[in-house]
């Protein structure tokens, strides 16, 4: 650890346990006097969790080193794993990029505010302490009132991560994030359940063909029309071993695990049902209690301890929505063994997949 890492970790020892205000805020009617006491903890380097639109953010002052620090040491973040910087203005993109390529304004244009983070050369203003240590600065215009008006009453860029401890599901509600952070942050904006629920895609601009490093909301077919040209998803988050390293240092980790072991099941409705059936009945014989996840369609065919429903897989935007939920669920039933079925929805499901592989350690049995 450098010595101001050791300094801000001592700071965390000595204070223990800070005292963390949950505070809610209607997203209809926002408390000015409420948002500009957020903004002045942010401008003095301390912490603020906030709705997005994605996932709740942890957030800090962007071009403050020490506030990173501090963002790093209350999720236990690998200092290697950089910040996504969240602005309220196109012009913020200028002032911390080396210079703006123009795919960037025109994706701008289409999706801004909104679910999509572009990778572009930093330049000197943004501190090596946000960006973990790299040459590039990820930014994002979050589509969300509580995030946007946060920014602006701050004076500040953000720098926010998903608002969970490292390795856990990303937060969809503030009770996610105060299970996580609870004394450990000054402050945490309640703003209801998010919408989206996944966090944003994120397109590296820093080569020839533009890269998408994180499947999300914004698919590459979206981006791609908005670009007119190639856009490539990053080989590397699609290997289920170790033989192509991800580009996005996050994507390498291990994420979104539930305690238990879970196993997703791909194949025709009929064979997946009697699949998980059969294994859940194995198990309970065990003495293991079985949770399953399934669609809002099939839930009714299981018979388990648990059945969670992600919701109607007609409307993939609830699976989204309710996918990090779940999972946190699964930790607070305390099963020893999780089945779930496969959500490859038409739009979406290569993010939904991304996120759902991952929790299952990308074990995958096909019946
Ligand atoms: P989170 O903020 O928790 O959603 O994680 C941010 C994600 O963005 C992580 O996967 C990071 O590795 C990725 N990221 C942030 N900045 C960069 C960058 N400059 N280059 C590549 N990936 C980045
Ligand atoms: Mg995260």
């Known amino acids: 650890m450098k010595r101001r890492e050791v300094a801000i970790f001592m700071e965390y020892v000595i204070i223990k346990h800070m005292k963390t205000e949950i505070v809610t805020v209607d997203i209809n009617n926002i408390d000015e006097k409420l948002m500009e006491r957020a903004g002045v903890l942010i401008a003095s380097g301390q912490l603020v969790a906030f709705p997005t639109e994605t996932v709740y953010g942890l957030g800090g002052d962007a071009l403050d080193p020490e506030a990173s620090a501090r963002i790093y040491s209350a999720k236990g973040r690998p200092s290697d794993n950089p910040l996504i910087v969240h602005i309220a203005d196109f012009s913020d993109l200028e002032r911390i990029a080396q210079e703006v390529p123009i795919q960037a304004r025109k994706l701008a244009e289409a999706f801004w505010p909104g679910p999509l983070t572009m990778i572009v050369r930093k330049n000197d203003r943004v501190p090596y302490a946000t960006t973990g240590g790299m040459d590039t600065v990820a930014i994002r215009m979050p589509n969300h009132p509580v995030a946007l008006e946060l920014i602006r009453k701050s004076g500040c860029m953000i720098a926010a991560p998903s608002a969970n401890t490292s390795g856990r599901p990303s937060p969809t509600r503030a009770s996610h994030v105060a299970e996580d952070l609870d ?64 580009k996005a240092p996050g994507m390498k980790y291990k994420h979104y695990a539930p305690k238990a072991d879970m196993i997703i099941v791909e194949g025709e409705e009929d064979a997946v049902v009697s699949y998980i059936n059969e294994a859940a009945e194995r198990k309970r014989s065990e003495k293991v209690a079985v949770a399953v996840i399934a669609a809002e369609e099939t839930r009714e065919r299981y018979c388990a301890d648990i059945v969670l429903s992600m919701g109607r897989r007609s409307r993939e935007d609830e699976i989204a929505q309710h996918l990090y939920g779940i999972l946190r669920q699964c930790d607070e039933l305390n099963v020893g063994a999780i089945f779930s079925e496969s959500f490859s929805t038409p739009r979406i499901g290569n993010a939904i997949m991304n996120r759902l592989l991952k929790a299952a350690g990308h074990q995958v049995i096909q019946v």
């Open 183 to 246: 004394g450990k942050i000054p402050m945490i904006l309640d703003g209801g359940e998010v919408g989206i629920g996944i966090e944003s895609t994120i397109v590296d601009l820093t080569e020839e063909v533009p890269m998408v490093l994180r499947p999300g909301y914004i698919t590459i077919e979206m981006l791609s029309e908005v670009l007119g040209e190639e856009v490539k998803l990053d080989p590397g988050i699609i290997a289920s071993d170790d033989t192509k390293k991800p």
